[in-house]
């Protein structure tokens, strides 16, 4: 048996960056101003921009870029590997990437996949975005539709 201890390893930060503990992330970057609640993991490969706040329970895989002055709900979940062959992708070369712009608030219990989400966009709690985004506007559901421009 293996067991590996959680922890911070290999994280690139900025000034004044707060990290609640319990937290997992590694080979990440965090921007000036970061805030990460307790139980969060965040995977390498993967940048948070500065001003930017992840809740707690939040799992952001490989191959994500969060905006700046950006809100992460709780228990928000991010995926990137979409299982194109029924079982789990060992390439990360080819999972896909997600990049969230500037000034994005993302409600508790939203899961976002293999997309892009303009600056400015509201994801409602629990939503499920199978899409790109690209108008600033009010989203939610499953999957994730326009309720209103901004």
């Avoid at 067991?3 to 080979?27: D, K, M």
């Avoid at 500065?50 to 709780?74: A, D, L």
């Avoid at 409602?124 to 985004?133: D, L, N, P």
Wanted: aromatic fraction near 8%; include cysteine; charged fraction near 15%.
């Amino acid at each position: 048996m293996e067991v590996r201890q959680t922890g911070v390893r290999n994280v690139t930060c900025g000034e004044n960056v707060v990290i609640y503990e319990p937290a997992n992330l590694y080979g990440c970057t965090l921007g000036e101003g970061v805030f990460v609640g307790p139980f969060v993991e965040i995977q390498g490969n993967t940048q948070i921009g500065n001003g930017s706040k992840i809740q707690s329970h939040t799992f952001i895989c490989e191959y994500v870029t969060v905006g700046e002055r950006c809100f992460i709900g709780h228990g928000v979940m991010f995926a990137n590997d979409m299982f194109r062959e029924g079982k789990p992708n060992p390439d990360r070369e080819s999972w896909g990437r997600i990049v969230i712009g500037n000034d994005v608030s993302i409600g508790s219990g939203a899961t976002i996949l293999a997309v892009t989400i303009c600056d400015g966009a509201v994801i409602g709690a629990g939503s499920v975005v199978t899409k790109s985004i690209t108008t600033k506007g009010v989203y939610a559901g499953n999957p994730a539709r326009l309720l209103r421009q901004l």
